[in-house]
T-cell receptor, first 114, second 111 residues
Framework: DAGVTQSPTHLIKTRGQQVTLRCSPI?????VSWYQQVLGQGPQFIFQ???????GRGNFPDRFSARQFPNYSSELNVNALLLGDSALYLC?????????????FGPGTRLTVL | DQQVKQNSPSLSVQEGRISILNCDYT??????FLWYKKYPAEGPTFLIS?????DKNEDGRFTVFLNKSAKHLSLHIVPSQPGDSAVYFC??????????FGQGTRLTINP
C-alpha cells in the first residue's frame, strides 16, 4: 500500500514568491494535517483538514493557506515567501480528524527560500 | 512558548543497554502523548502512545511512562539496537486536532 506522498521533494524559491505544496493521503484516510519543521526543531502544526473542512489552525500568518480536495488530497500555499519560511513541510494523514488516531507522515517537501 | 520540551538534544547508548528518552510538558490539558521516530529523509513514524488515564504502556522493547504530577514522560528502549539510532520526538495531543511536538532527541546506539 502506498503511504503518504508529497510533491515536490525539494523546492527553491526567492523572497516574495509564492509556493504550492501537494500531499496525497493514504487511501481511505480523510484527514490531512500540515506541519512545518525548521532545522533543529520539532514539527509545528499549521493546519488540519477533515472532509474538506478546516478543523484546526496553528499560529501561522495569513500568508499560509490550505485546502483539501474531494479525493482528500491537499495543497498548502504560502504567499510572499520570507527567508524564515525555509523548512521541511510535512503532511500527515489519518483516518479521522482526531489526533487520537495514528497520523502517518509523508517524507516532506524541503523548501529553501533565498 | 515551548509547551513540550525535550531537554537532551542527543543521547549515546551502548548496544544492548537501556535507552531512556525524556520529555516534559507544561499544558495540563494535554490528554494523549505519543513518541515518533524519524530517520533522515523520511517523515516521522509513530512508535508508541499513552493516554493520560494511564501511567505506563508497553509494546515489545518500547515502554512509555507518564508522570502527570510532574508533567513528565519518558520512553524506555530495552535492549537498544543499532537500528534504533534516529531522532525521537515526543508529542502531545491538544484538543484532539493537533499534535504539539518537542524539539527531538538524537539517539545513537554504539556497537
Amino acid at each position: 500500500d502506498a503511504g503518504v506522498t508529497q510533491s515536490p521533494t525539494h523546492l527553491i524559491k526567492t523572497r516574495g514568491q509564492q509556493v504550492t505544496l501537494r500531499c496525497s493521503p493514504i487511501s481511505g484516510h480523510k484527514s490531512v494535517s500540515w506541519y512545518q519543521q525548521v532545522l533543529g526543531q520539532g514539527p509545528q502544526f499549521i493546519f488540519q483538514y477533515y472532509e474538506k473542512e478546516e478543523r484546526g489552525r496553528g499560529n501561522f500568518p495569513d500568508r499560509f493557506s490550505a485546502r483539501q480536495f474531494p479525493n482528500y488530497s491537499s495543497e498548502l500555499n504560502v504567499n510572499a515567501l520570507l527567508l524564515g519560511d525555509s523548512a521541511l513541510y510535512l503532511c500527515a494523514s489519518s483516518l479521522s480528524g482526531s489526533s487520537y488516531n495514528e497520523q502517518f507522515f509523508g517524507p516532506g517537501t524541503r523548501l529553501t527560500v533565498l | 512558548d515551548q509547551q513540550v520540551k525535550q531537554n537532551s538534544p542527543s543521547l549515546s547508548v551502548q548496544e544492548g543497554r537501556i535507552s531512556i528518552l525524556n520529555c516534559d510538558y507544561t499544558n495540563s490539558m494535554f490528554d494523549y502523548f505519543l513518541w515518533y521516530k524519524k530517520y533522515p529523509a523520511e517523515g516521522p513514524t509513530f512508535l508508541i502512545s499513552i493516554s493520560s488515564i494511564k501511567d505506563k504502556n508497553e509494546d515489545g522493547r518500547f515502554t512509555v511512562f507518564l508522570n502527570k504530577s510532574a508533567k513528565h514522560l519518558s520512553l524506555h528502549i530495552v535492549p537498544s539496537q543499532p537500528g534504533d539510532s534516529a531522532v525521537y520526538f515526543c508529542a502531545a495531543s491538544e484538543g484532539a486536532q493537533k499534535l504539539v511536538f518537542g524539539q527531538g532527541t538524537r539517539l545513537t546506539i554504539n556497537p
